[in-house]
């Protein structure tokens, strides 16, 4: 079965730190564009960052720049995302998925459950 | 940044009536355009991509038509478990934008 699933979430502080993590499973990773969405409680979805195969192209949208990082490690079938300066506005879930690309960019598939990032003092 | 509107932003419906959802783009899109599902606690779920391509597992009774800046997602027949919330997505250029939404409720 074709699975991602985050961990990693938790209370942090305002201006702390925290990785999250997503491991797949029944397929391999390096074989894919991959991207991190969030959702703060009770709004919309919110694109946060996306990296290709190999770990060399990265996108962020600007909220996160300078602050999160997006990075893959092929060999163990992960994705992560290193928060820094964490803001109450951060709190969020925060799904991994990975992309539908084609002959073009066509949205996202296969996602995970989310993992919960709540910054708060 | 591209910025997507959701009309209407809720709606109520019945079981069996037809569905339109508008998602309208502030520039030309061409047809990079998703829409998802998401239930309560539960993670989004493609079910159109390209436009008007129906995502593989979904019911055809899904169908998504559009270019440029004015899309549509329609389901011809509501059924119980499609009560959820629905995102369109632009993939055109960066940062990639998701809709507001459009929650639909039982009437």
């Known amino acids: 079965e074709v699975q991602l699933v985050e961990s990693g979430g938790g209370l942090v502080q305002p201006g702390g730190s925290l990785r999250v993590s997503c491991a797949a499973s029944g397929f391999t990773l390096s074989s894919y564009w991959m991207s991190w969405v969030r959702q703060a409680p009770g709004k919309g979805l919110e694109w946060v960052a996306n990296?290709?195969?190999?770990?060399?192209?990265?996108h962020y949208v600007d909220s996160v720049k300078g602050r999160f990082t997006i990075s893959r490690d092929n060999a163990k079938n992960s994705l992560y995302l290193q928060m820094n300066s964490l803001r109450a506005e951060d709190t969020a879930v925060y799904y991994c998925a990975s992309e539908l690309r084609l002959w073009g960019f066509f949205g996202m598939d296969v996602w995970g459950q989310g993992t919960t990032v709540t910054v708060s003092s | 940044d591209i910025q997507l509107t959701h009309s209407p932003s809720f709606l109520s419906a019945s079981v069996g009536d037809r569905v339109t959802i508008t998602c309208r783009a502030s520039?030309?899109?061409?047809?990079?355009l998703a829409w998802y599902q998401q239930k309560p606690g539960k993670a989004p779920k493609l079910l159109i991509y390209?436009?008007?391509t129906l995502q593989s597992g979904v019911p055809s009774r899904f169908s998504g038509s559009g270019s440029g800046t004015e899309f549509t997602l329609t389901i011809s027949s509501l059924q119980p478990e499609d009560f959820a919330t629905y995102y369109c997505q632009q993939l055109n250029s960066y940062p990639l934008t998701f809709g507001g939404g459009t929650k639909v409720e039982i009437k």
């Open positions: 390209a436009a008007s």
């Open positions: 520039q030309g899109i061409s047809s990079y």
């Open positions: 990296i290709n195969q190999d770990g060399r192209e990265k």
